[in-house]
């Protein structure tokens, strides 16, 4: 079985970790971080649940036709999940945030509202866009879970987490 991390990158960012070892209906762990205390949450994540991890990170690119921000903390997270990947050997998957293709698409504030992923006091969205990277991720690289988890209309938030623990560590 798979551990699934969404990361949404930023100055804030969203983390999202499902464990396909629990089933469609799984409890979804989520939160959003600051820089170190984000490292700190994916480090203890992939060395806990390495080999089997899948870490799904939020694509950035600087520039294009929209203007945006340099956002160097979103830069440096990537950089942080390309390093802890390498480090652990475990999978990275580099991914679009858009609607159309990416995990903006995959999931959608409805998509993630009928799995039960959907965090309405999430105001500025990054545990919800750290989720839609793990909607994507399964999506593409485990789609008959992805179709599990659709089919079971709710996954379990019973033991949904706020706070920066992994497991019960920090």
């Given at each position: 079985?798979t551990?699934?991390?969404g990361?949404?990158p930023g100055?804030?960012?969203?983390?999202c970790r499902?464990?396909t070892?629990?089933?469609p209906r799984?409890?979804?762990?989520s939160?959003?971080l600051?820089?170190?205390?984000?490292?700190?949450?994916?480090?203890?994540a992939i060395?806990l649940?390495r080999p089997?991890?899948?870490?799904?990170?939020?694509r950035?690119t600087i520039?294009?036709?929209?203007p945006q921000?340099s956002q160097?903390?979103a830069?440096?997270?990537i950089g942080v999940?390309?390093y802890?990947c390498?480090?652990?050997?475990v999978?990275?998957?580099?991914?679009g945030a858009?609607?159309?293709?990416?995990?903006?698409?995959a999931?959608?504030?409805d998509?993630?509202?009928?799995?039960?992923?959907?965090?309405?006091?999430d105001?500025?969205q990054?545990?919800?866009?750290?989720?839609a990277q793990?909607a994507?991720?399964?999506l593409t690289?485990q789609p008959s879970v992805?179709?599990?988890?659709?089919?079971s209309?709710r996954?379990?938030?019973?033991?949904?987490?706020?706070d920066t623990?992994v497991?019960?560590?920090?």
């Amino acid at each position: 079985m798979t551990v699934f991390i969404g990361v949404d990158p930023g100055a804030v960012t969203g983390l999202c970790r499902y464990d396909t070892a629990t089933g469609p209906r799984g409890p979804l762990i989520s939160d959003a971080l600051t820089f170190l205390d984000a490292c700190r949450w994916l480090d203890g994540a992939i060395t806990l649940h390495r080999p089997d991890v899948v870490v799904a990170v939020e694509r950035f690119t600087i520039g294009g036709s929209r203007p945006q921000t340099s956002q160097p903390d979103a830069l440096e997270i990537i950089g942080v999940c390309r390093y802890l990947c390498a480090r652990d050997d475990v999978r990275l998957i580099v991914q679009g945030a858009s609607v159309a293709g990416g995990a903006r698409g995959a999931g959608s504030p409805d998509v993630l509202r009928r799995v039960g992923w959907w965090i309405p006091a999430d105001p500025d969205q990054h545990r919800n866009r750290a989720a839609a990277q793990v909607a994507l991720a399964l999506l593409t690289s485990q789609p008959s879970v992805w179709y599990d988890v659709l089919e079971s209309g709710r996954v379990d938030t019973s033991d949904l987490v706020f706070d920066t623990t992994v497991d019960g560590e920090r």
